[in-house]
């Protein structure tokens, strides 16, 4: 079956330094791919949406600037967290939709903790 | 706007006890409606989902049925098994998915 996946799972970083989060699409092709943000027991919230070869679309509230994304090629997705504080602490969720099937499959997930 | 009101969690059941697991929603227009579960440590698995009225989603022994008069796509399953322990989220997808808060399901034996 497709699976995504998302590299690393958890990660612990300094206040003020960036981390990169990468979300992959092993056995298909993704010409979109999804970032989500996961408050404990709270919902999954769209970050924004990735187009391979275009820019991102930020849902409203979404800081551009501090989370930058980049979707480079049909398989890859990459989420950095610039200048991390301690309220980007959260659980982030990839998504990639196959080119073909335009199924949506969700990667495992990478907890960010910012101390 | 859209939205979804999932039943609240944590959920423990004993094996082979009947499971529901309440879901509603608000959306403009007629969403397609989505379960999806997450095993521990795994990511998101699609569990079933109904793209219209009346259609009923199934699979695993899991079964849903997308009620448009009462706007809820509530998740059972007849009997469940230790196996099925994990986070179960109720997600309505009109131009972008909209997710519950997740209810959290363990089976005992």
């Known amino acids: 079956g497709a699976v995504v996946s998302q590299h690393p799972s958890w990660v612990i970083c300094k206040s003020g330094t960036s981390v990169k989060i990468e979300c992959r699409s092993l056995?298909?092709?993704?010409?979109?791919m999804f970032w989500y943000r996961q408050f404990p027991k709270q919902s999954l919230m769209l970050m924004a949406t990735?187009?391979?070869?275009?820019?991102?679309?930020?849902e409203q509230g979404v800081e551009k600037d501090k989370f930058l994304i980049n979707h480079a090629s049909l398989t890859l997705s990459t989420l950095t967290v610039t200048s991390a504080h301690p309220e980007d602490s959260s659980f982030y969720i990839c998504?990639?939709?196959?080119?073909?099937?335009?199924?949506?499959?969700f990667g495992p997930g990478t907890r960010l903790t910012v101390t | 706007g859209n939205s979804v009101t999932q039943m609240e969690g944590p959920v423990t059941l004993s094996e082979e006890a009947f499971l529901t697991i309440n879901c509603t929603y608000t959306?403009?227009?007629?969403?397609?409606l989505f379960w999806y579960v997450q095993y521990p440590g795994e990511g998101l698995q699609l569990l079933l989902k109904?793209?219209?009225?009346?259609d009923k989603g199934s699979n695993k022994g899991f079964e849903a049925t997308y009620r448009k008069e009462t706007t809820s796509f509530h998740l059972e399953k007849g009997s469940v098994q230790v196996s099925d322990s994990a986070v179960y989220f109720c997600?309505?997808?009109?131009?972008?998915?909209?997710f519950g808060t997740g209810t959290s399901l363990t089976v005992i034996p």
């Open positions: 998504s990639a939709r196959d080119r073909k099937s335009l199924e949506q499959y």
């Open positions: 109904a793209t219209k009225a009346d």
């Open positions: 959306a403009t227009g007629y969403p397609s």
């Open positions: 990735s187009n391979e070869g275009s820019k991102a679309t930020y």
């Open positions: 056995d298909f092709q993704a010409t979109t």
């Open positions: 997600a309505p997808y009109g131009n972008q998915f909209y």
